[in-house]
């Protein structure tokens, strides 16, 4: 949060009571609304997935990166907090996966953006604005050879977080929507995963490593001929030797980037049909078949489509959503090489209706596959946008950008032609919100800082350097939230060189301060990027660069280059500039970065100061047992065993009691913990000055069966650690026996 930011009367809003009391309608009746199963309040207001002001439009999956994307329609221009100089409110989209097509479900966890009240939205001129949020996952991956095709989730709540490990949770102001999915093969293994099922002689045991990882086989291409022997009649010739055909024509220059160089479409055609090889021509094509190849009048959509845009603003990249149809028609199964989704971005940056600013060309590798479901398989594309330097302070009005979206299957969009017909695809246009900020023009180099711990730097607290709110990609949400272990800052510089024509790469330095810059210290950790790199519309895992610093502590700067995160996932948010280990480091540093031109020197340039707290201690965690004869001594069953407890931290999150084995018992005391999402977390203060809770507790041990038992207390603070996860735990435990009588 960068500073306070104005109350908006939610009585001036001119929205019904339920949305715009909605947290004090809750505070006063937890199951107000009705969806809070099991609640012994009664329901005032029945209201479940109203999706009136907003509303989940698509839920892709881009299998090469593990990255579900869920695209959210905002389609009214009141009701989301105040304007955007206020607050705003969160849209949280918490994900799971079902690999048993939905009898159980795993929560992979939660991303979110800010929504406002934008006017115009919901007009004929701004039907809606679309929005993004995106999640890492790791999903089970299996052999080419074995389908994996599986159920993901997204649960759309409007200022409510959507409790964990609740599939089944139905938000007032939201929705559910059920997608599927398609999961990338494995392309390494174990030994052990192959011998899982072979029993091996002590002899062959003793000299295989199990722990060997090995390659699988790079997919081949196949050829049209190839194809034509899969597909039989299944696939028409026209579908699987488009791509030979388009690359045929272009060798023989009658074709360029993708348009017809000659407007008489009979003589092209005529032309054509002698310049494609016979071996294509006898698969069934004929002359008046390439009609339809090499001037669509529209694309064709019966194989794929291109449903959604959405831009997500915190991590700056625009996604498509892509709905493939049949099983069938792309170029062979996950053992093969499949085919590409292409999609090209545009932007109508000066509103006149042209899209004459191309963004960049990006793409999903697709399979054939047996068993896809009637509604098809939704994958997704992402591209970082760069449309951030053109943000402005909230006082000047919101910044909306028309975009176009282009699919084109197995050839990508020309960058040049906005206007582009597809033979296989189609276009969809949208109007995006680029969130407010510090504006990004001009001529130098002054270098941003986006990132600082998978947190966006607007949700850091300039006065107290905590963080609040989702994180990019990594699926936690901060609460006021220090920092710990290695943290990631990711960023970029502003009008960078085009190194490709020979221009002298910019150098940046990542400097860490404990009294606001009155010392300071360089950072100067040695780390890998340019794992991934979007190479003519296709992303290529490329062999890393190793970042080091030089004599004066300065790292290269690489504009095009992604690198991974603590937790090796994606960033596509600008370059990851430094991983700072903190280590030991406690209580409040600034960090910023400083720049400066080989080419022209001496001047630099200094980004602004972002302030972080640190917090490495792990919270103090006690148990001990009181009652009879203490710790370790034997009680009768149905007795209540007491005892006190202690579970502090200066940033203290949350703690548990629970006995092992689990054999029955109930804690009579503390009183139980309201269930996640129910209520705020309360965090209490104690005499030893630490945030945190110690007392007593009670347990009744009737209906235990005889047997040794443990008491475990374990306790966690608030901490995001090493950009990827919350809380250090600490853990205590205490013995004891229960007999019979």
């Known amino acids: 949060m960068a500073a306070k930011k104005k109350v908006v009367d939610a009585k001036s809003t001119g929205i019904q009571k339920e949305r715009s009391q909605f947290g004090a309608l809750l505070a006063i009746n937890p199951n107000y609304f009705g969806n809070a199963p099991g609640s012994k309040l009664k329901a005032v207001s029945k209201i479940t997935q109203n999706t009136t002001y907003e509303e989940i439009g698509c839920v892709g999956f881009q299998p090469q990166f593990n990255r579900l994307e869920a695209v959210v329609y905002v389609n009214r221009p009141t009701g989301y907090g105040g304007d955007i100089c206020s607050n705003g409110t969160r849209e949280y989209v918490r994900f799971y996966l079902s690999y048993d097509d939905g009898s159980t479900w795993e929560d992979q966890g939660i991303s979110a953006f800010t929504a406002y009240n934008i006017p115009g939205v919901g007009s004929t001129k701004v039907r809606r604005l679309e929005y993004d949020v995106s999640l890492d996952v790791k999903p089970k991956r299996k052999f080419c050879f074995q389908d994996n095709l599986i159920l993901c989730r997204a649960i759309l709540s409007w200022n409510v977080l959507p409790p964990a490990n609740t599939p089944g949770y139905k938000p007032v102001w939201g929705e559910v929507h059920n997608t599927d999915i398609q999961i990338d093969p494995r392309k390494f293994f174990l030994v052990a995963d192959l011998l899982a099922d072979v029993a091996l002689n002590k002899e062959l045991s003793s000299v295989i490593d199990t722990g060997a990882e090995i390659a699988t086989k790079v997919p081949k291409k196949l050829s049209a001929l190839q194809l034509a022997k899969t597909y039989k009649k299944e696939v028409e010739p026209g579908r699987f030797a488009f791509k030979e055909i388009k690359q045929a024509l272009e060798s023989k220059g009658q074709l360029n980037g993708g348009d017809l160089q000659s407007s008489d479409q009979a003589l092209s055609i005529s032309a054509a049909s002698t310049l494609v090889p016979g071996s294509l021509l006898d698969l069934g094509i004929k002359f008046e078949d390439l009609q339809g190849i090499l001037f669509p009048t529209d694309g064709n959509t019966s194989f794929e489509e291109l449903e959604c845009i959405g831009y997500n603003p915190n991590l700056d990249t625009l996604v498509g959503t892509i709905r493939v149809k049949k099983s069938a028609g792309y170029s062979g199964g996950p053992c093969q090489g499949g085919s590409t989704e292409y999609v090209t971005f545009w932007a109508d940056l000066n509103n006149n209706g042209i899209f004459e600013t191309c963004l960049g060309t990006t793409s999903v590798e697709v399979h054939d596959y047996k068993n896809v479901p009637k509604r098809g398989l939704e994958y997704s594309v992402f591209l970082p946008a760069g449309l951030r330097k053109y943000r402005k302070p909230c006082n000047k009005g919101p910044v909306l950008i028309p975009i176009r979206a282009t699919l084109s299957w197995q050839v990508p969009p020309p960058c040049f032609n906005p206007n582009y017909i597809p033979t296989w695809g189609n276009r969809e246009q949208t109007i995006v919100h680029v969130k407010p900020g510090r504006e990004e023009q001009g001529t130098g180099h002054a270098p941003i800082i986006q990132t600082v711990g998978s947190m966006d730097t607007d949700d850091i607290s300039p006065i107290t350097g905590l963080a609040d709110g989702p994180a990019a990609l990594a699926g936690f ?173 200066l940033h203290f999150g949350s703690f548990s009691l629970s006995v092992a084995p689990a054999l029955g018992g109930s804690f009579t005391n503390p009183a139980p913990t309201p269930p996640h999402g129910t209520m705020p977390l309360v965090r209490t203060r104690v005499s030893t000055g630490n945030g945190g809770e110690l007392g007593n507790w009670s347990l009744d041990t009737t209906g235990m069966p005889r047997c040794g038992y443990t008491i475990w207390i374990h306790a966690y603070d608030r901490a995001i650690i090493s950009s990827g996860s919350i809380g250090h735990h600490s853990s205590d435990v205490v013995g004891l026996c229960l007999r019979e009588s």
């Open 477 to 649: 949400v901060a609460d006021d939230s220090p920092f710990a272990g290695v943290v990631i800052l990711t960023g970029h510089i502003a009008n960078t060189p085009d190194l490709s024509s020979g221009a002298t790469a910019l150098k940046y330095r990542v400097e860490v301060s404990p009294d606001n810059f009155a010392t300071f210290e360089t950072v100067g950790n040695s780390f890998n990027l340019g794992r991934d790199q979007l190479l003519n519309g296709v992303w290529s895992n490329l062999p890393g660069v190793n970042q080091a610093v030089d004599g004066d502590g300065f790292y290269t700067y690489y504009e095009d280059l992604i690198g991974g995160s603590g937790n090796a996932q994606h960033f596509p948010v600008g370059n990851v500039l430094g991983r700072w280990d903190t280590g030991s480091r406690e209580g409040d540093w600034h960090i910023r970065i400083r720049v400066k031109d080989p080419a022209n020197p001496p001047t630099e340039w200094i980004s602004t100061a972002v302030k972080v707290r640190l917090d490495n201690s792990h919270p103090n965690a006690m148990i001990d047992i009181t009652s009879g004869g203490g710790a370790c001594a034997d009680f009768l069953i149905g007795d209540t065993i007491t005892g006190t407890y202690e579970a502090t931290d």
